[in-house]
T-cell receptor, first 117, second 114 residues
């Protein structure tokens, strides 16, 4: 079974600085998707960025980028120029590409990010 | 375009009771997935409905059941509530096409079991 591990329960960053959130996962599959979701106090889960395992190029969305190391099964999120609105819980998630339930997102326990003004 | 909505926002039940949570999927979406998020944890997959049929289930007992309606809205029913069922219940809708279908989450229903 696939597992997702986030080893940093809490992180803190100064406004305008850069922070990196860590995620490791375990799977025997070769093709899959990885995601970072943001959950603010409003509770609504928002997709930040996704990475297809077959793509070697790291995904980037504006200030958010990932470092995807497939062999090491590592998927970290870098937030550049941190803003107060980035403060939230961040969840790393895995999803298989293969048949069966395509809704089965497997989440880590999350990292609470605080942004200091 | 209307996003995913859930009702109610909060509710309180007592152990042994039954509860029904509702989810309206985003316009154009045909798939709904339900997740349970206990306090301090990441969401856990309960099950998914596609075209009114259950299409995959996580490690949850049969007292967790669901429905999907012709308009693709969905219900999650939990019978014989236990204290450990206290959690945030999230639904996510998507349009199933190909191998990738982005899930859009609702704001969740906070269930407290006393």
């Amino acid at each position: 079974a696939q597992t997702v591990t986030q080893s940093q329960p809490e992180m803190s960053v100064q406004e305008a600085e850069t922070v990196t959130l860590s995620c490791t996962y375990d799977t025997s599959e070769s093709d899959y998707y990885l995601f970072w979701y943001k959950q603010p106090p409003s509770r609504q889960m928002i997709l930040v960025i996704r990475q297809e395992a077959y793509k070697q190029q790291n995904a980037t969305e504006n200030r958010f980028s990932v470092n995807f190391q497939k062999a090491a099964k590592s998927f970290s999120l870098k937030i550049s120029d941190s803003q107060l609105g980035d403060a939230a819980m961040y969840f790393c998630a895995y999803r298989t590409s293969y048949g069966g339930s395509q809704g089965n997102l497997i989440f880590g326990k999350g990292t609470k990010l605080s942004v200091k003004p | 375009e209307t996003g995913v909505t859930q009702s109610p926002t909060h509710l309180i039940k007592t152990r042994g009771q039954q509860v029904t949570l509702r989810c309206s999927s985003q316009s154009g979406h045909n798939t709904v997935s339900w997740y349970q998020q206990a306090l301090g944890q990441g969401p856990q997959f309960i099950f998914q409905y596609y075209r009114e049929e259950e299409n995959g289930r996580g490690n949850f007992p049969p007292r967790f059941s669901g429905l999907q309606f012709p308009n693709y809205s969905s219900e999650l029913n939990v019978n014989a509530l236990e204290l450990d069922d206290s959690a945030l219940y999230l639904c996510a809708s998507s349009y199933r096409a190909g191998t990738y279908n982005e899930q859009f989450f609702g704001p969740g229903t906070r269930l407290t079991v006393l």
